[in-house]
């Protein structure tokens, strides 16, 4: 529950900042060419609000519905749907009074923000932390897959050398990289052999939907830390600080070997070899049916596997900010693209509230906050751009029309867009929540 609570916070104080910096671009703007903004909101407040203050024109507020914010601009067809004002004559202070390059600056403004925010926060993360990773040819046992791994032609111990004959040099996006690029192949070292592992749609689709198609191989190195809140270990007499060396007499040279062993135990008795100290002792278990231990193991990374680590002055986390901003905002757009093609069948992966909050650790961290509030930022910034009308982007399409034809659309014709752009963005709503909760209980 605690970490639940925990991700929950960090979901809510992100999302708040991003809704409060992209609303406050289309105050920004509105404020410099004098139109007046009637509300500033936290959060929606159908029927009432949880606090708000007047100063000026503008009302303040945090509302009770934590689906985003908005600012209500004077003479602007918003989710407000405020029929009434749009009948009478348009006003010097009203947004339909301002030319059509104020409204469109007005419009882009949160969007604007939102990437500005994102290029500030990956500054300030490599300028306080840097970039640590670990270089794929540093892998020096290989790679460890999983059941979807081994589907698509991976191998445990297999060594990868590139995707598409391209080197990825952080071993962490060699996945993403697979995905986003929907490469046709990738190239491994396998008993001392260049080999193809050739990449179907249907594979894409499979990498998609997993999580933790591949990681490296460790050697084999059982030392306790602490045990799960269930531990078969546990019961058989095992403490925190012994060393399992073998099982059934059995040595083994790389950890998934003794995790496969294990597996294919399941149900049966076997003899672990423990080493206590400098006393060697064996307890005997029978292996549940998780196939697992029901232990967490002592291991530090660092000393088996050599990480690149890059430090950034001020001045160098600049470029060095803008140029990761970037290359998030094509990935992302990549992912989207996914969305849309039914091979992949990526959009069963959409996913709502729940996918967002469990992108964030169970303890609080705060380079992953910053790191998660930057890529949220950027999604936040790509999605409003999208020409959906009650999106900026519909807006945007339809100020663009209006300033290349000379022709304003009229406000019926606004009004009905407004409403079919809110119940498509309803729909989409309850699709990826949806999503959600049929995960939970697939």
């Known amino acids: 529950m605690e970490i639940v609570l925990i991700k929950a916070a960090q979901l809510i104080l992100s999302l708040s900042l991003l809704v409060i910096i992209h609303e406050f671009g289309h105050f920004l703007f509105a404020r410099i060419f004098k139109t007046r903004v009637e509300k500033f909101y936290l959060f929606f407040d159908p029927w009432f609000s949880l606090f708000k203050v007047k100063k000026g024109d503008t009302e303040y507020g945090v509302g009770w519905l934590p689906l985003g914010g908005y600012v209500k601009i004077s003479g602007m067809i918003d989710e407000s749907m405020d029929k009434e004002a749009m009948k009478l004559p348009p006003q010097p202070h009203e947004f339909r009074a301002k030319k059509s390059w104020q ?7 949160g969007v604007l923000m939102n990437f500005i925010l994102a290029f500030i926060i990956y500054i300030g993360i490599l300028y306080a ?23 698509i032609g991976l191998q445990n111990g297999d060594k990868i050398l590139s995707v598409d004959h391209v080197k990825v ?50 050697p084999f190195d059982y030392k306790i830390a602490k045990f799960g809140k269930t531990s078969a270990a546990k019961d058989a007499g095992l403490e925190v600080g012994d060393r399992i060396v073998g099982m059934n007499n059995q040595k083994y040279e790389y950890s998934d070997q003794f995790a496969a062993t294990l597996k294919d135990s399941i149900g049966k008795q076997v003899t672990l070899n423990v080493l206590r100290g400098t006393q ?13 231990l029901g232990i967490q193991r002592e291991q530090d ?103 290349i034809t000379g022709r304003k659309p009229g406000d019926k014709f606004l009004e009905y867009a407004q409403i079919t752009g809110m119940v498509l963005l309803l729909s989409l709503v309850l699709f990826a929540n949806g999503n959600d909760i049929f995960k939970l209980f697939k």
């Open 169 to 218: 040099e952080n071993f962490l996006k060699i996945i993403p990289t697979v995905i986003l690029d929907k490469a046709s192949a990738i190239q491994v070292e396998r008993d001392g052999q260049q080999v193809d592992v050739e990449i179907s749609d249907e594979d894409l689709a499979l990498l998609i939907k997993s999580k933790g198609v591949l990681s490296f191989r460790l």
């Open 301 to 403: 990374l660092e000393k088996i596997f050599e990480f690149k680590t890059i430090e950034y002055g001020l001045i160098e986390s600049i470029p060095a900010g803008f140029k990761k901003g970037i290359n998030t905002i094509n990935d992302y757009l990549k992912q989207f693209k996914l969305i849309f093609s039914p091979k992949t069948k990526a959009y069963e992966s959409l996913g709502g509230f729940i996918s967002i909050g469990n992108i964030f650790p169970g303890a609080w961290n705060w380079y992953s906050f910053w790191n998660m509030t930057a890529f949220l930022s950027i999604i936040l910034g790509v999605m409003n751009l999208l020409p959906i009308p009650a999106l900026d982007g519909g807006h945007v399409m339809f100020l663009l029309f209006e300033m």
């Open 103 to 109: 409204r469109l600056l007005i419009m882009i403004g």
């Open 280 to 292: 060697e002792m064996s307890f005997d278990m029978v292996v549940p049916e998780t196939g697992m």
């Open 129 to 151: 932390w840097g970039e640590q990773y670990l270089p794929t040819a540093n892998v020096k046992y290989g790679i460890e897959v999983d059941s979807v791994g081994e589907q």
